[in-house]
């Protein structure tokens, strides 16, 4: 296979890394491991662009994924030297993008994992991560999905390429039927445009519906964020992009009544969940 090829819009490009498992600074994680770079859901307000240090690429987040080829090698050696603990698969690409359907990069590493018992957190927009029912135990493993809304044209506009949300759903009913600790990622929490109280009320009962801890996290603006947005916005509601600043500035308003109503919908159906940082 070539090193770089171009498909129905999207860059492809092989790279090597020089590790697999990094130290993750997350909480509740020891590790992180990212088999990709650059995802292809194509989520406008995605801020691991800002993970990047080129603007140009930044910009074309979504049009572009570079595949760790030899990231399989390196985690088996690697599983070896390092102290086990809880790795976060992936925390800044998705592990189960459409690419991975035919690299199954994602998967191998996951092989790797169990077999070197190490425990690892899953957290995915994708309903591929069923193929992997064979190696996800419960044992081992958590899942956990992102949902921003359940609003399938909502979700497309702002999630181009991932999977629809009743798909994401039946993600959390699968494997919570098969015993796995399941959780929902709740965020970005836009304002104005997925903050509504019947919209958060749907995720909390599907939440309940699966047993599943909701983690929410309101909109990050981190660098490139805002300009990647701002077209949605001032179509959804202008001017909007121009007050985002101040209702997410710390210690805002805005922010603490919207984390009371999800604390308060989460104890009226008996839901555990937490703010993500």
């Known amino acids: 296979m070539a090193d770089f090829w171009t498909h129905e819009g999207l860059d492809i490009k092989f790279v090597t890394c020089k ?60 599983s070896v030297k390092k102290p086990r603990g809880v790795v976060g698969i992936s925390t800044i690409t998705d592990p189960y993008q459409p690419l991975e359907a035919k690299l199954e990069l994602t998967r191998s590493c996951l092989e790797v994992l169990a077999e070197r018992g190490f425990r690892t957190s899953i957290q995915t927009k994708s309903d591929l991560i069923l193929r992997d029912k064979d190696i996800i135990r419960p044992e081992l493993f958590d899942v956990g999905v992102t949902i921003t809304t359940l609003n399938a044209e909502l979700a497309r506009r702002i999630e181009p390429k991932a999977s629809k949300p009743d798909a994401r759903a039946s993600v959390l009913e699968e494997y919570s039927s098969l015993g796995l600790e399941t959780w929902i990622f709740l965020g970005p929490i836009i304002p104005e445009v997925n903050d509504e109280e019947d919209g958060l009320r749907a995720i909390v009962r599907l939440a309940s519906k ?12 981190r660098r490139w964020v805002l300009g990647s947005l701002r077209p949605l916005l001032e179509e959804f509601k202008p001017g909007l992009s121009n ?30 969940c937490r703010p993500a940082f």
Do not use: M
Request: proline share 2%.
């Open 19 to 78: 590790t697999a498992l990094s130290k993750s600074k997350l909480s509740g994680l020891d590790y992180a491991l990212n088999p990709y770079i650059g995802c292809e859901h194509g989520c406008i307000y995605c801020y691991s662009k800002a993970t990047l240090r080129d603007e140009k690429k930044a910009l074309r987040w979504g049009k572009f994924v570079y595949v760790k080829r030899n990231i399989i090698d390196v985690l088996a050696l690697e």
């Open 243 to 272: 007050r985002l600043p101040e209702l997410l500035s710390k210690g805002s308003l805005y922010v603490a009544k919207l984390y009371s109503s999800i604390r308060r919908i989460c104890l009226e159906q008996g839901v555990e």
């Open 210 to 221: 699966t047993k599943s801890l909701l983690i929410y996290d309101k909109l990050n603006l």
